[in-house]
């Protein structure tokens, strides 16, 4: 079992930076990817930023350019840093890691924070 902790969301005014933190904990085989997701009220979740333990990374259309996920592998620790903040950027943010298990033992298992709340507002 894996557990997700947030931490660095709060209240930022609009064009303000703003970095999250996630770091993964508990029996650990191997994760694969890792990342956020948001989800404003009465609005679908939807992806900020994925980043394989190779490196590769995904954004999702409204952030490229202005958000950069990073990743420690050594300690299961994923970042995204937000800058040039939009009131439409404000949501809970949730923090997801995929673990996979080996050829011998293969298994995919997805995991979720229990989100962070950011919200952009002057």
């Known amino acids: 079992q894996v557990q997700l902790v947030e931490s660095g969301g709060g209240l930022v005014q609009p064009g303000g930076s703003l970095r999250l933190s996630c770091a993964a904990s508990?029996?650990?085989?191997?994760?694969?990817?890792m990342g956020w997701y948001r989800q404003a009220p009465g609005k679908a979740r939807e992806l900020v930023a994925t980043?394989?333990?190779?490196?590769?990374?995904n954004y999702g259309d409204s952030m490229k350019g202005r958000f950069t996920i990073s990743r420690d592998n050594a300690k299961n620790t994923v970042y995204v840093q937000m800058g040039s903040l939009k009131p439409e950027d404000t949501a809970v943010y949730y923090c997801?890691?995929?673990?996979?298990?080996?050829?011998?033992?293969?298994?995919?298992?997805?995991?979720w924070g229990q989100g962070t709340q950011v919200t952009v507002s002057s």
């Open positions: 508990g029996s650990i085989f191997s994760i694969d990817v």
């Open positions: 997801y890691c995929n673990e996979r298990g080996s050829s011998r033992t293969p298994f995919s298992r997805d995991y």
């Open positions: 980043i394989t333990s190779g490196g590769t990374t």
